[in-house]
């Protein structure tokens, strides 16, 4: 903040002398003012507040009970009574989602093996949270822009991402959208609408409040979506995005994954305050608990939010509770941190099987098509990997383009760029057998 | 082998050299009038914002304050609170929100109050900024300007009077700009704003105040320069003196002072950081054989060490003498008067440094 230097100083003496003048002179008027029901208030720079002779505190260390997580479904997959949904979901959609998270079950289990294997780097799983990511991607309209964290595949694979697509840029393969630019996992998608993923936890906020800002101005009825976990909050990003998007007003709909760990850090020890959902209210934000294991809930809850957020121009904020069922990532061991006990407990509630439950419960899928569906969805998954595997890796010739913007590179790359071809014609050892020079 | 960087101490100097106007010697014929380099930056706006809908200006009292240094003053009247954004005091913040909304289409003129507090959303300019279209190869393009004051000021100590210029000009992806006079200002600020890639446009608060002639041509509404293009200030055939920013204005009183001693200083204003003019710089060299580069940030890989790189690499067989560097001191800026100017090179610092290289 900088030192704003005064013209005239004031001295203290003066500013007091002056004061008082002014406060013998109005003392009654000033003092208090009444707005008529007697209750007495004071006119300040950021609005009228109310006066008391209490002194008490608010808040504290998670005083009272807790906000409640909004659910239409229990455990098991069946329905609650007296549950609120305006929107049921009907058999097309209900079958669509639940053979996406199936697919994204399937696809997690054996990508993240190939990863074990070593056929890549690097890879990152959504077990548990399928309902989450999949049920709010389904009450989103396609023109909508989500920026996510790295957890949120099921929002890709809802969209149309491939299974092929998503392989190439796991291999890191010349048919990656991505020309074999970002590691595993770290997906985009220009047509879908799926901001390229950022690493650095939490600057996906402010990039979605922006963007939402752009909307706003072009007249549009999309919003942008913000995925982020209990632990990316903490960043300071996430604090700036949320009390910007709330005085920008936004069309943003933000959605927090609290899915109990950050890497090993459970929730417990991420904030003492409740949860994600409280601070909304403090930003000036409507906020609502979901069971991020339920997939109805979510798809009705972020479709309110979505609506909420087009007709009155303004962020809303979802707390999709859940489990993170899987490691971290392939880079994780949570038995070290976690009992199995507790693992055991969440893979019963399993939101797949959960959705499953209510599906079939409905009439509209059965143990039959189940089992022939595993059988294909795997045999797809493990095609696209082998597929992706045989493709040659993203070319030398790509190296050096898209740094900045134009089809001609600037001078200082196209040298570099030179000089890379003639290092590798004069060191050919220097070169894997499946890199091409040239893009095929 | 490389001079180690003569830097600034009481040595070099017998009186303090009052930090006033410099002019461009390089003046065109047909100057008509004169602009401060606040009115160049303000009248570029100012014609960039009516030129496309897409240009919006946000940042900390750009609006209803005018700007902490009066550049946007009367934009926000004109142009709406749509247009001219008054922000939360968030760097990583409003950064992070300029950079989303490039993404989304707008183009934002993100201003910093100083490159100092940038610092707080440094990873949205270098993470994001310019990482994202290499990263999504090539689909999501962000063409953003970050702008304001940079360097040393007067009197505002070590949080205040850092220079980025090294820092920024390290990064791909980047465009690096550092006006220094109001032609400087007006061309390199519209072409930053009409350019897709994020440019990082490095002001000097010393100049802002400061006037010089600018032509009917730098006062069209189309005037741009070319980003990439060092200017020669003044030819010379004795020493090559490269700077950017308020240095230039420097190097140019030096340059007028040493040609009564019959050194003549070919004097290089770089405008741009990155991509360098190396061209120029090397041209230059082969044609005085003796360099000198002159900055206020600090020496260990600084701007410096780039320029002189260069030099020794693509003209080391050119050279008459090593290529010299003057430089702030190695030492967080202090607050009190005489050590600030004993920290910062001063007029006095780099002629007896011209003297000496000139003389080898």
Not at chain 1, 183 to 209: F, R
Not at chain 1, 248 to 259: A, D, G, Q, S, W
């Amino acid at each position: 903040m900088y030192l704003i230097r005064l013209k005239e100083s004031l001295s203290c003496q003066s500013i007091s002398t002056y004061a008082w003048g002014c406060l013998r002179q109005i003392s009654t008027s000033l003092k208090t003012q009444d707005d008529g029901s007697g209750t007495n208030y004071i006119d300040l720079p950021g609005g009228k507040v109310p006066l008391t002779g209490n002194l008490t505190f608010i808040g504290g260390p998670l005083q009272g009970p807790r906000i409640a997580t909004y659910r239409t479904v229990d455990m098991t997959g069946r329905p609650v009574d007296g549950a609120h949904v305006p929107n049921n979901l009907d058999r097309e959609i209900s079958i669509k989602i639940y053979k996406t998270m199936a697919t994204l079950q399937t696809m997690d289990t054996l990508f993240y093996e190939a990863q074990r294997q070593g056929r890549f780097s690097f890879y990152l799983t959504s077990q548990g949270e399928e309902a989450t990511t999949v049920g709010s991607a389904a009450a989103l309209h396609p023109e909508d822009i989500v920026f996510a964290q790295y957890r949120e595949q099921g929002v890709l694979l809802w969209r149309g991402y491939t299974l092929a697509q998503f392989s190439n840029q796991l291999f890191g393969n010349n048919k990656d959208p991505g020309k074999g630019r970002q590691m595993p996992i770290h997906y985009g998608s220009k047509e879908l609408n799926y901001h390229t993923i950022s690493s650095p936890l939490a600057t996906q906020l402010p990039h979605a409040v922006g963007a939402a800002y752009a909307l706003k101005l072009s007249g549009s009825n999309a919003v942008t979506v913000a995925y982020f976990g209990e632990g990316a909050a903490s960043e300071g990003d996430a604090h700036a995005a949320f009390n910007f998007a709330a005085t920008l007003e936004v069309p943003c709909v933000f959605i927090c994954r609290n899915n109990g760990y950050a890497i090993s850090t459970p929730a417990s020890e991420q904030y003492r305050g409740d949860g994600i959902v409280a601070r909304g209210p403090m930003y000036g934000i409507s906020a609502i608990r979901v069971d991020g294991g339920d997939v109805r809930a979510m798809y009705n809850a972020v479709r309110e939010a979505r609506q909420m957020a087009v007709a009155s121009c303004r962020p809303v904020l979802v707390e999709a509770m859940s489990y993170r069922s899987g490691h971290h990532s392939t880079s994780d061991d949570s038995s070290r941190y976690r009992t199995t006990d507790e693992m055991r407990s969440w893979r019963a509630r399993d939101p797949v099987a959960r959705f499953r439950y209510w599906v079939q419960l409905q009439d509209w899928w059965s143990d039959k098509e189940e089992q022939a569906m595993r059988v294909t969805t795997r045999q797809q998954v493990l095609e696209a990997m082998e597929e992706a595997a045989k493709v040659p890796k993203a070319s030398v010739s790509e190296m050096f383009t898209d740094v900045y913007s134009g089809p001609h590179l600037p001078w200082n790359l196209e040298e570099q760029y030179a000089n890379t071809l003639k290092a590798l014609e004069e060191s050919p050892e220097l070169k894997p057998s499946d890199m091409p020079i040239v893009s095929q | 082998m490389l001079l180690i960087a003569v830097q600034s101490a009481g040595l070099f100097r017998d009186k303090v050299s009052p930090m006033l106007r410099q002019f461009s010697l390089a003046m065109r014929s047909m100057a008509s009038s004169e602009m401060t380099v606040r009115d160049a930056l303000n009248s570029a706006l100012d014609e960039e914002l009516a030129r496309d809908d897409k240009v919006y200006i946000l940042g900390e009292e750009v609006g209803e304050y005018q700007g902490a240094y009066k550049i946007t003053r009367g934009l926000l009247q004109k142009y709406g609170a749509d247009r001219v954004k008054d922000t939360p005091i968030t760097e990583a913040g409003f950064c992070g929100i300029a950079v989303g909304s490039a993404f989304a289409g707008l183009k934002p003129v993100c201003e910093f109050m100083t490159f100092n507090f940038a610092m707080q959303g440094i990873d949205q300019i270098i993470n994001s900024a310019a990482k994202t279209l290499y990263m999504s190869a090539g689909q999501i393009s962000c063409p953003i300007v970050f702008r304001g004051p940079n360097g040393a000021a007067a009197g505002v100590a070590a949080q205040h009077s850092q220079c980025f210029a090294a820092w920024y000009s390290h990064c791909p992806g980047l465009k690096v700009l550092a006006p220094y006079d109001a032609e400087d200002a007006r061309g390199l600020l519209k072409a930053a704003i009409r350019d897709p890639d994020p440019v990082v446009f490095l002001e000097n608060e010393i100049l802002y105040g400061q006037s010089f002639p600018v032509t009917p041509e730098v006062l069209d509404k189309d005037f741009t320069l070319p980003i990439g293009k060092a200017k020669l200030m003044r030819k010379g055939k004795d020493l090559t003196l490269v700077a950017f920013s308020k240095m230039v204005g420097y190097c140019l009183t030096v340059a007028e002072k040493l040609s009564k001693e019959g050194i003549e200083i070919e004097v290089i204003n770089l405008r741009s950081i990155k991509p360098l003019d190396r061209e120029t710089i090397v041209n230059s060299v082969r044609k005085t054989h003796r360099a000198m580069f002159v900055e206020e940030g600090w020496p260990q890989c600084g701007v410096g060490s780039e320029i002189v790189t260069v030099i020794q690499e693509h003209a080391f067989d050119e050279l008459d003498a090593p290529v010299v560097r003057v430089t702030g001191a190695e030492i967080p800026m202090p607050y009190a008067a005489n050590l600030e100017i004993q920290a910062l090179p001063q007029i006095d610092d780099i002629i007896t440094a011209a003297r000496k290289l000139a003389k080898k």
